[in-house]
């Protein structure tokens, strides 16, 4: 078995870290650097005497990596033990991470805000927290409608997307000015 170098390491604890930070715990986050960083499938065993875990923690953790869509069970021809790895493309990893949270987090709140909206406002005081609780609605069901859209797009048109940056918003000040001079053209030739 080879040894993980310093660099690899790092990396593997670092994630385990982050990990917990965005929902999963550090084990299960450091099996899924281990994972991405060596770019090739790996067993359950392998996984273990790489990262010192207990093979039941191992197999606990692949489990909810499964349940992330973060990693694929395979198997190799004459070989009964399964194997792991994460989807090749990182554009599919970003994606899962972000349909996972959206479907643990958001919608959870979108359904909370649609029962407070259904309901009638006993005081004003329920009246200014449901119109708070409506601006709320309506700003995630914009962003997830947003994120609906940026879904669809290919990999190399979301990179240079996100490549332009605030340019995105100068250009849509740009569109804008030009429909303030056509509206105002339009209203002198009136």
Do not use: C
Request: glycine fraction near 4%; avoid cysteine; charged fraction near 35%.
């Amino acid at each position: 078995m080879e040894t993980l170098s310093p660099l690899t390491q790092r990396f593997i604890l670092h994630f385990g870290e982050m990990g917990s930070r965005w929902g999963i715990n550090r084990t299960v986050g450091q099996m899924y650097a281990l994972l991405y960083v060596m770019g090739k499938p790996m067993n359950a065993d392998e996984i273990a005497e790489h990262l010192s875990f207990s093979r039941s923690n191992v197999s606990m953790g692949l489990k909810e990596l499964q349940a992330w869509r973060l990693v694929k069970l395979m198997h190799k021809p004459g070989d009964r033990r399964e194997y792991f790895e994460p989807p090749k493309d990182i554009w599919d990893i970003f994606k899962a991470l972000l349909e996972e949270r959206r479907r643990r987090e958001i919608e959870p709140t979108l359904s909370m805000l649609r029962d407070a909206l259904l309901e009638n406002p006993a005081s004003e005081e329920d009246k200014r927290a449901q119109e708070r609780m409506r601006e709320m609605y309506q700003l995630i069901e914009l962003s997830t409608s947003w994120f609906d859209d940026v879904q669809r797009l290919s990999p190399e048109t979301l990179a240079s997307l996100m490549k332009m940056g605030s340019k995105v918003g100068k250009l849509l000040d740009i569109r804008d000015k030009f429909r303030f001079s056509d509206k105002d053209e339009q209203a002198e030739n009136s």
